[in-house]
């Protein structure tokens, strides 16, 4: 047997991310055990991921006073790892077009440096990204928003948005 090094959870000392833990699946299903490292373990459970759920109402309103949906600031670097969005209606006619960016300041409406994340245009009503973003890296300090290529057709009431990312 292999010396594995132990730690205890306290508020002064945590586990490194190379100790190893036991992990056990539901033992309702087929069990599986067996030490994998912190890191794995992370990974396996998304602890690192962090999202957004937004829902925008009435989008063709707001795309009338401005074609941008602020969401957020990047507090840090970070590189998204999903992006969902979907509609109310799901006819090929109420379909909805726009991209997922980035820029350096949204407030004076000149979106500068504007950079897109990924085209995010809606088939039967949904959209869904997890991998060959255009950009998905993030840089720190930027404002994240939904650009509206055209205005949303009359039939769309709300969209619902979920963002996925790591912090880098």
Same mark, same amino acid.
């Given at each position: 047997m292999v010396d594995v090094k132990t730690s205890e959870l306290t508020l002064d000392a945590s586990p490194a991310l190379t100790d190893r833990v036991v992990v056990v699946t539901d033992p309702l299903t087929t069990p599986v055990s067996g030490l994998a490292s912190l890191t794995s373990v992370k990974t396996l459970f998304n602890v690192d991921t962090y999202r957004i759920w937004k829902t925008i109402a009435d989008p063709q309103a707001l795309y009338l006073?401005?074609?941008?949906?602020?969401?957020?600031?990047?507090?840090?670097?970070?590189?998204?790892?999903?992006? %969902?969005?979907?509609?109310?209606?799901?006819?090929?006619?109420?379909?909805?077009?726009?991209?997922?960016?980035?820029?350096?300041?949204?407030?004076?409406?000149?979106?500068?440096?504007?950079? !897109?994340?990924? !085209?995010?245009?809606?088939?039967?009503?949904?959209?869904?990204?997890?991998?060959?973003?255009?950009?998905?890296? !993030?840089?720190?300090?930027?404002? !994240?928003?939904?650009?509206?290529?055209?205005?949303? %057709?009359v039939d769309i009431e709300s969209?619902?948005?979920d963002l996925a990312w790591t912090y880098d």
């Amino acid at each position: 047997m292999v010396d594995v090094k132990t730690s205890e959870l306290t508020l002064d000392a945590s586990p490194a991310l190379t100790d190893r833990v036991v992990v056990v699946t539901d033992p309702l299903t087929t069990p599986v055990s067996g030490l994998a490292s912190l890191t794995s373990v992370k990974t396996l459970f998304n602890v690192d991921t962090y999202r957004i759920w937004k829902t925008i109402a009435d989008p063709q309103a707001l795309y009338l006073l401005r074609a941008q949906i602020p969401l957020f600031r990047a507090p840090a670097a970070l590189t998204f790892t999903r992006i %969902h969005l979907l509609l109310n209606d799901s006819t090929p006619t109420a379909e909805f077009a726009g991209d997922l960016k980035f820029a350096d300041d949204q407030f004076d409406g000149s979106f500068a440096n504007a950079t !897109v994340i990924d !085209v995010c245009d809606t088939t039967s009503g949904a959209f869904t990204a997890t991998s060959s973003f255009d950009d998905a890296t !993030v840089p720190s300090g930027k404002y !994240v928003y939904l650009q509206m290529d055209a205005s949303p %057709h009359v039939d769309i009431e709300s969209i619902f948005l979920d963002l996925a990312w790591t912090y880098d």
